[in-house]
């Protein structure tokens, strides 16, 4: 009975674990603290009833210059991610937008992303960003002020946002293609 009951707990223990690892980061302050699955969003799954007005902030590039999202992103969709070069999905979320960046049109789409990893020195962020072949704008999150209005709880954190400003899909990790097809929808939405 008891070597049942030594098994029983060693199983959950080891699930938990595995959960742990494999799973998304929760963000709490500047810091991870917990762990949550990663879960793909099948892109028919977002809530319409949660569509509001984009939160604007302003915030510094890789190269040190200030960026207004609302300017950056004024009459197309953007694609918006919040990350950081620790979180493992966010390593496969820049995969992804590897894959679809060379399908959208700059002058309708862009990808913009938000790198939460403030104690990652700026050069480590350059090279993972021409190492991943990534050329959206990147900026940093100071003291996590933009993930803050967003509501930003984990990592990554995407956000699909209409040409009239409107977010008008969130979710974790998604691949390209499903990611496009939200695109073309958001491409179809006007308040």
Same mark, same amino acid.
């Given at each position: /009975?008891?070597?049942?009951?030594? !098994?029983? $707990?060693?199983?959950?223990?080891?699930?938990?674990?595995?959960?742990?690892?494999?799973?998304? !980061?929760? /963000?709490?302050?500047?810091?991870?603290? =917990?762990? +949550?699955?990663?879960?793909?969003?099948?892109?028919?799954?977002?809530?319409?009833? =949660?569509?509001?007005?984009?939160?604007?902030?302003?915030?510094?590039?890789?190269?040190?210059?200030?960026?207004?999202?609302?300017?950056? +992103?004024?009459?197309?969709?953007? $694609?918006? *991610?919040?990350?950081?070069?620790?979180?493992?999905?966010?390593?496969?979320?820049?995969?992804?937008?590897?894959?679809?960046?060379?399908?959208?049109?700059?002058?309708?789409?862009? $990808?913009?992303?938000?790198?939460?990893?403030?104690?990652?020195?700026?050069?480590?962020? +350059?090279?993972? =960003?021409? *190492?991943?072949?990534?050329?959206?704008?990147?900026? +940093?999150?100071?003291?996590?002020?933009?993930?803050?209005?967003?509501?930003?709880?984990?990592?990554?954190?995407?956000?699909? !946002?209409?040409?009239?400003?409107?977010?008008?899909?969130?979710? =974790?990790?998604?691949?390209?293609? *499903?990611?496009?097809? !939200?695109?073309?929808?958001?491409?179809?939405?006007?308040?």
């Amino acid at each position: /009975m008891k070597s049942t009951q030594a !098994i029983v $707990i060693a199983v959950v223990v080891v699930l938990g674990v595995a959960a742990l690892v494999i799973g998304g !980061i929760k /963000m709490q302050g500047n810091g991870a603290e =917990a762990a +949550r699955p990663a879960a793909e969003t099948s892109g028919d799954d977002h809530d319409h009833s =949660a569509v509001h007005t984009a939160p604007d902030f302003t915030l510094k590039t890789l190269g040190g210059e200030e960026v207004t999202f609302s300017e950056a +992103r004024k009459g197309k969709v953007a $694609i918006l *991610k919040f990350g950081a070069l620790w979180c493992g999905w966010c390593q496969k979320q820049a995969e992804e937008f590897a894959k679809l960046q060379p399908k959208l049109d700059p002058e309708k789409t862009i $990808i913009f992303e938000v790198s939460v990893s403030n104690d990652e020195p700026v050069e480590k962020v +350059r090279e993972h =960003a021409k *190492k991943k072949g990534l050329v959206h704008t990147i900026v +940093r999150d100071e003291n996590d002020k933009a993930a803050s209005k967003y509501g930003v709880e984990f990592l990554p954190t995407l956000f699909v !946002i209409s040409p009239d400003g409107h977010v008008v899909w969130k979710g =974790a990790y998604t691949e390209a293609e *499903k990611l496009a097809k !939200i695109v073309e929808q958001a491409h179809a939405h006007q308040h």
